[in-house]
């Protein structure tokens, strides 16, 4: 079974703080992709990373994909508490699946 | 506005009592899934379906059903509920493959007593 793990799972930092959520697998993937997910909704995209070593940039949310297609990570400039939530990537290894991370909790206190 | 619809949002059942959960989109999508959110253990893909009459399983389809007889809907059905069915449950669809926008429902809160 193909598993992504991610770190940390919970993350409580003061407004104006950078942090770095990682998401690893041993499987590569051929795209993966970040959500965010609040409190009785759904999980949003916010962003699908396709080549190894991709970064792309959303506002203060940067995302790479890493060489290998087998980990990424999530880093946020100067967090704000609209940032609170919780953090999923999902890695696909084909055309239909996906695996999703255990998830990272983010809460950015002001 | 497009989404993706699910009922009900909340639900309390007993062992053993059938239920279906509906799904549907309004986005035309070929692809629709499901999936269950259990703490610590990320979300986890139940069945999906490629396209009309096209399904198959994902890596937690035990005790699961599911029917893709119009492009639109999407229901999830427990036979046979059990306590190890308590869960939150999401409905997806995309349009095509794995690169495309996966849009999510709400989300139905299942408890099985």
């Known amino acids: 079974t193909q598993l992504l793990e991610q770190s940390p799972q919970f993350l409580s930092i003061q407004e104006g703080e950078n942090l770095t959520v990682y998401c690893n697998s041993s499987?590569?993937?051929?795209?993966l992709q970040w959500y965010r997910q609040e409190p009785g909704e759904g999980p949003v995209l916010l962003v699908t990373?396709?080549?190894?070593?991709e970064v792309k940039k959303l506002k203060r949310l940067t995302f790479q994909f890493g060489d290998a297609r087998k980990d990424s990570s999530l880093h946020i400039t100067a967090a704000q508490p609209g940032d609170t939530g919780l953090y999923l990537c999902a890695g696909a290894p084909g055309t239909y699946k996906y695996i999703f991370g255990t998830g990272t909790r983010l809460k950015v206190l002001a | 506005e497009a989404q993706v619809t699910q009922n009900p949002r909340y639900l309390i059942t007993v062992t053993g009592k059938k239920l279906t959960v509906t799904c549907s989109q309004n986005m035309n999508h070929e692809y629709m899934s499901w999936y269950r959110q259990d703490p610590g253990l990320g979300l986890r893909q139940i069945y999906y379906?490629?396209?009309?009459?096209?399904?198959d399983k994902g890596d937690v389809p035990e005790g699961y059903k599911v029917s893709r007889k119009e492009k639109r809907n999407f229901p999830l059905i427990l036979e046979s509920p059990s306590p190890n069915q308590t869960s939150l449950y999401f409905c997806?669809?995309?349009?095509?493959?794995?690169?495309?926008?996966?849009?999510f429902g709400p989300g139905t809160r299942l408890t099985v007593l």
């Open positions: 990373v396709v080549t190894g070593g």
């Open positions: 499987s590569v993937f051929s795209s």
């Open positions: 379906s490629m396209n009309v009459e096209v399904t």
């Open positions: 997806a669809s995309r349009q095509g493959g794995s690169t495309d926008t996966q849009y």
